[in-house]
């Protein structure tokens, strides 16, 4: 078995602000740490269940959270950035499984810290033109297209919601319960990390006896609809990309077609772009 850890931020066991998950803030050391341990229960889970190799991609902000010295010693991490593929960094169809750790709700939703992707920047967006999504939606439709089945999720309640929608055999730990987008409930931090192992445990133990995902080569659009019209603007000059509205000088929203992975890298281009007009940087 060869399992693919996802490790975000937001949605980790007891963290709730914006000072918890953003370096400089006054908790984000702390932040670390608990990232850690999160990931770190998801890795015994994988190892419990048959794990003979396991990979972590570090995903959140500058991918550089995760505190190397106490990583589970059976885990390799992809650390840093930029990543071509960004929050799925070297995940292939050889992984049996793939696993969502501290994962957070699609911007709009009244979940803890949610967001897509860029904070405000980013409204909403959709796969093929009807289906909302956030970083949830779009790490999973592109692991599944790669072959991968997702397998397991922890995060707020909301967060793991969203992820029930996608697919309702995803093994689920909630962490936290959202009062609002920076409140929660927090279940005891050993209590959570005993739910994200098992979960994991659980979701690794199944994969083998679920359908595995066939490796989805089809054409599907992206559209997302950001906060400036300058940022649409711009990413207009990219070829295959068009805006989405009939007024040219007010529309926000752009569409690109291509299949799901080409349009994963792709959408890490467009955010490089929305960097460089605001300078609000992508923290995912």
């Not at 702390?30 to 770190?40: A, I, L, S, Y």
């Not at 106490?70 to 991490?77: I, R, T």
């Not at 009807?130 to 439709?141: H, L, N, S």
Request: proline share 5%; aromatic share 6%.
């Amino acid at each position: 078995m060869k399992v693919y850890i996802s490790a975000d931020m937001e949605g980790v066991t007891g963290l709730v602000g914006a000072d918890d998950v953003q370096m400089g803030g006054r908790d984000y050391e702390r932040g670390r740490v608990m990232m850690t341990e999160d990931v770190n229960a998801a890795v015994r889970g994988a190892v419990a269940a048959g794990a003979r190799e396991v990979v972590v991609n570090d995903t959140h902000s500058t991918m550089r959270n995760l505190l190397v010295e106490d990583l589970h010693p059976a885990a390799s991490l992809v650390r840093g950035k930029p990543k071509p593929m960004g929050m799925l960094q070297d995940l292939d169809s050889t992984f049996d499984a793939a696993v969502f750790v501290g994962y957070h709700a699609r911007a709009g939703a009244l979940g803890v810290l949610s967001h897509s992707f860029m904070g405000h920047e980013i409204e909403d967006m959709w796969l093929d033109d009807d289906r909302p999504m956030g970083e949830i939606g779009f790490a999973y439709a592109t692991a599944t297209a790669l072959g991968v089945p997702v397998v397991a999720l922890s995060g707020c309640d909301v967060a793991c919601a969203e992820v029930a929608d996608w697919d309702a055999e995803v093994r689920t730990a909630p962490v936290k319960y959202a009062r609002d987008r920076f409140a929660a409930r927090l279940r005891p931090a050993e209590e959570a990390r005993g739910a994200i192992e098992e979960a994991v445990r659980e979701g690794v133990r199944e994969a083998p006896s679920r359908t595995r995902p066939a490796p989805d080569t089809a054409e599907h659009a992206l559209t997302v609809r950001w906060q400036s019209a300058s940022v649409a603007q711009q990413l207009e000059g990219i070829p295959g990309v068009t805006r989405t509205g009939t007024d040219p000088a007010h529309d926000r929203a752009v569409r690109v077609s291509g299949d799901l992975p080409a349009l994963f890298r792709l959408f890490g281009v467009f955010m490089g772009v929305a960097y460089a007009l605001t300078g609000q940087a992508p923290y995912c």
